[in-house]
């Protein structure tokens, strides 16, 4: 399985961006879904998870800033970001614990990233 994200680009300070990521492939389950971003020199810190039942959890910076959803049926997951901040510039990467099928239809369990899509909060 595979995670593709999508939304990344350039903000002003205060304006607002969805990230968007979903699975592809075989998947038969998706437990945590989730974002982080590294900053240029910084560790890949948590943004925020949510869990197939809608548990969710954020890194304290993003609290009531950030929201995140997951659409369980599309293998989905975004990330809602408003009131951005020059120090939310990172790249931020899409994140899945997901059991899938191989091609000999054997289970196959992966944390699985994306790649990852640039935000830049400037004016």
């Known amino acids: 399985a595979q995670l593709v994200e999508s939304g990344g680009g350039l903000v002003q300070p205060g304006g607002s961006l969805r990230l968007s990521c979903t699975a592809s492939g075989r998947v038969v389950r998706i437990d945590v879904m989730g974002w982080y971003r590294q900053a240029p020199g910084k560790e890949r810190d948590l943004v925020a998870t949510?869990?197939?039942?809608?548990?969710?959890n954020y890194g304290y910076s993003v609290k009531g800033r950030f929201t995140i959803s997951r659409d369980n049926a599309k293998n989905t997951v975004s990330l809602q970001m408003s009131n951005l901040r020059p120090e939310d510039t990172a790249v931020y990467f899409c994140h899945a614990d997901i059991l899938a099928k191989g091609p000999s239809d054997e289970y196959i369990a992966s944390k699985s990233w994306g790649r990852g899509t640039q935000v830049t909060v400037s004016s």
């Open positions: 949510v869990t197939s039942d809608g548990t969710t």
